[in-house]
């Protein structure tokens, strides 16, 4: 039996990069996943269809998360169709750039709705849905923890309230068998930063490996978490950044 066999997942931002990757990964170990989108609707049924080829059941939902009322509707339809939740990746962001006096407000509200309030409501909505057993796992970043380089603050501001998230809610929740942590992405080869873009040499000069990761990477040790081998690790943090932050 496959790890994840009888599970249902929701990922949000799943269309692309890390989230795509979780997708497939969680689908693989035999669980149902749903994921959301914002505008790459084609792209995220590429990933569902995907899901389905595995043998197992896929979903691709419009949720925008800016829109919070979008990010529960897309948790309850997600338990709705199939009937159940057990495993929800806050996944969705955005990158932000730019020194503060160059950063705007309507940016500020934007950055910290994707990454903070839908984080909360989300996981306000999956608990819900979930009993024992049940896991949350955010994805944060490792600037959240040190930033090397200007023009990142707001970013790094919206992904730092996780950690305060993840160890709050895991104290609220542990009582009930379900399970929250956190994993920090280093650079990580993807559309939003690609390993030959402008900035990918200084980026590998950070690492102790002196490479980018790969999504897969990240997917990996979410699906650990989510796992059998995650049932006794809540309210902790996951650096996978090839030593960036050593």
């Known amino acids: 039996m ?3 066999s009888g599970k249902v997942a929701l990922v949000t931002g799943g269309s692309r990069g890390i989230g ?3 997708v497939r990964k969680l689908a693989s170990l035999g669980a149902d996943v749903a994921l959301t989108y914002a505008s790459a609707k084609d792209r995220a049924e590429d990933v569902a269809e995907g899901v389905k080829a595995l043998g197992r059941r896929g979903l691709a939902v419009n949720a925008d998360n800016a829109d919070a009322d979008a990010v529960v509707g897309a ?3 997600t338990a709705a169709e199939f009937g159940r939740l057990d495993v929800l990746v806050n996944n969705a962001g955005i990158f932000p750039y730019g020194v503060i006096d160059e950063v705007t407000l309507e940016e500020v509200d934007r950055t910290l709705a994707v990454h903070t309030r839908a984080v909360y409501v989300a996981s306000q909505a999956a608990l819900r849905h979930m009993t024992s057993g049940g896991r949350i796992v955010s994805i944060g970043s490792t600037l959240a923890e040190r930033v090397p380089y200007p023009g990142v603050a707001l970013y790094a501001m919206s992904k ?3 950690i305060g998230f ?3 809610l895991a104290r609220d929740v542990g009582e009930r068998g379900i399970t929250v942590n956190l994993v920090h992405p280093g650079s990580t080869n993807t559309e939003m930063n690609p390993e030959d873009g402008p900035t990918a040499d200084d980026e590998r000069a ?7 990761g790969s999504p897969d990477d990240i997917a990996a040790t979410v699906a650990h978490l989510v796992g059998p081998g995650g049932a006794n690790i809540t309210g902790a943090m996951f650096t996978v950044d090839g030593g960036a932050n050593a």
């Open 160 to 162: 730092s309230a996780l």
């Open 75 to 77: 948790v309850d339809r």
């Open 2 to 4: 496959s790890e994840l």
């Open 20 to 22: 795509a990757a979780i």
């Open 206 to 212: 950070l690492t102790a490996l002196g490479r980018y």
């Open 166 to 168: 993840t160890r709050g």
